[in-house]
């Protein structure tokens, strides 16, 4: 915000030098500065917003709506307009440092037309911050995010990823140290946000979090009088309402964070988030994903299309988990993606291919949570075109009655892709302990990722077998959330 242009400053001492011989305050003295430097940050910002093609997409960022604040339940841009930021979060900084880079997020901003980015920074973990991380590289990525966001005109948010140190007070001293110093060094960069506890676990109570949020904030805003800063709530970031019954007073620009996993978190939690924000709490997603909260198992499109639903209806910005081409179902990119930009539709996981397509609105799986999910397909034409509930071909083998539904297809190379999900029935009339199936296909199939089975592709067939934990399968008894995505294939063999 403050340049230290040599013009700009040349105002600045004339109206200091002014003020002063009129006795006018500090305050009023910041105020006049601040805005001759927004009105030449706007003017910059047209520039910037000719290179980033962020003219057309309409979409807020830094050089259009400015610092953000937050309003009653709402973030505002600086003209006080409502702004909804989109976006995804990197993996851990520590085990991913490669995706940040400028490329890689000029990509997301002009192709993806995401406004925000979140750095993730684990606190515990293997190569955590407060464990054996190395924390001058931790900062160095961070300082990089920070000014590749900058240079392409996205928000970006600092996040202190805790999570198997359940408790945020276990490294209170660490974070106030690492927020002094980052505060200090973004006081006037209006595209920062700080979020200070990722996930808050392990029965750790709002009155413990709201005390080291209380610090913390103390100690950011001795620094940067004005960011938006973003608090954890209890129970992995899902009990907004404990917050919303005792909200933090005596500082502004806040907002609570509530995560969820659409495979996991559905109605239940809507109803908590929609509670919150009708009490009044400013509820930020800072962390979801589409799949089951361990960050992999199936996708649900039927629930992420009625998440996303509720966020649009309701203003709240959301950021996706994760950049990364980690073999796990919420990572955007296949496991076989070397690249760290560049990426091709080629390169998306399912979770990515989902995501591009709400962020873009093409192919839009965003709005209805029906279009977005409850579709179920038959491939080659034989479209039972009902709902998942609606009787379909079954093949049997290995004792099961196999129902493959395909959830999702998209072209990539020339050639389409399928997401499958199964329903598998015991029909052995015995009870089983360990289930091996196999689906032929009519023509040859590359499997690119597989859920809650061992997968094994041989041609134009593919072999399952059960998971420890979803083995034993009583006669009668349904296995659900079984998935697989194949490349070709045309169709399953009745
Ligand atoms: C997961 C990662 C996984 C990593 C694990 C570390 O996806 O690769 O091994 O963390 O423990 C969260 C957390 C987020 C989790 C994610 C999925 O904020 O760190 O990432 N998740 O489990 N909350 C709910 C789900």
């Not at 960011?227 to 919303?244: K, R, Y």
């Not at 009490?279 to 589409?290: D, K, Q, R, T």
Request: charged share 25%; aromatic share 8%.
């Amino acid at each position: 915000m403050k340049k230290k242009k040599i013009l700009i400053l040349g105002i600045v001492c004339i109206l200091l030098a002014a003020c002063c011989m009129q006795g006018c305050s500090g305050k009023e003295e910041r105020r006049e500065d601040k805005k001759a430097d927004q009105a030449q940050e706007r003017e910059e910002g047209k520039e910037q917003r000719k290179e980033t093609g962020q003219e057309e997409s309409g979409i807020a960022a830094p050089s259009t709506a400015g610092a953000l604040h937050v309003e009653g339940t709402k973030l505002c841009g600086g003209d006080g307009n409502p702004v909804q930021l989109k976006g995804v979060s990197t993996h851990g900084l520590a085990w991913f440092p490669g995706y940040v880079n400028e490329e890689c997020f000029g990509q997301l901003r002009k192709e993806w037309k995401v406004n925000v980015i979140r750095l993730a920074m684990y606190t515990a973990e293997s190569g955590g911050y407060c464990t054996d991380g190395d924390r001058e590289a931790l900062k160095e990525l961070i300082r990089k995010g920070v000014a590749y966001a900058k240079k392409q005109d996205l928000y970006v948010i600092i996040d202190w990823h805790i999570l198997s140190d359940a408790n945020p007070n276990m490294h209170l001293g660490e974070a106030k140290e690492f927020f002094a110093e980052m505060a200090e060094e973004y006081a006037d960069a209006d595209h920062v946000l700080y979020e200070i506890c990722n996930e808050p676990n392990g029965g750790t109570g709002w009155g413990e979090i709201k005390s080291y949020a209380e610090e913390v904030i103390g100690v950011i805003r001795s620094h940067d009088e004005d960011g938006v800063i973003l608090v954890g709530t209890p129970n992995w970031s899902q009990f907004v309402d404990e917050a919303a019954a005792d909200p933090i007073t005596g500082y502004g620009n806040l907002m609570y964070t509530l995560h969820f996993y659409a495979a996991t978190h559905k109605e239940e939690l809507r109803g908590r988030m929609e509670a919150a924000v009708d009490a009044g709490l400013p509820v930020f997603v800072s962390e979801y994903g589409i799949c089951d909260a361990s960050g992999s198992g199936a996708i649900d499109e039927e629930q992420a299309g009625l998440w996303m639903e509720l966020l649009k209806e309701r203003g709240v910005s959301c950021v996706a988990w994760n950049l990364s081409n980690k073999d796990e179902t919420s990572a955007i990119l296949l496991p076989s993606c070397g690249k760290t930009s560049g990426f091709e539709e080629s390169d998306l996981s399912a979770a990515g291919n989902w995501l591009y397509r709400m962020l873009t609105g093409e192919g839009e799986p965003e709005g209805s949570g029906e279009k977005a999910g409850g579709q179920a397909q038959e491939p080659g034409g034989k479209n039972g075109g009902g709902s998942e509930t609606q009787e379909t071909e079954a093949l049997t083998n290995g004792g099961m009655e196999i129902q493959a539904l395909v959830k999702n297809s998209w072209e990539s190379e020339g050639k389409t892709v399928y997401q499958y999900e199964l329903v598998l029935k015991n029909t052995s009339g015995k009870d089983m302990d360990g289930w091996e199936v196999e689906i032929p296909f009519h023509s040859k199939i590359t499997l690119t990722d597989g859920w809650n089975g061992e997968y094994e592709a041989r041609e134009s067939s593919l072999r399952i077998r059960s998971k420890d934990y979803n083995g034993s399968v009583p006669a009668d008894g349904t296995v659900l959330d079984v998935g697989f995505i194949v490349e070709g294939g045309d169709g399953v063999v009745y």
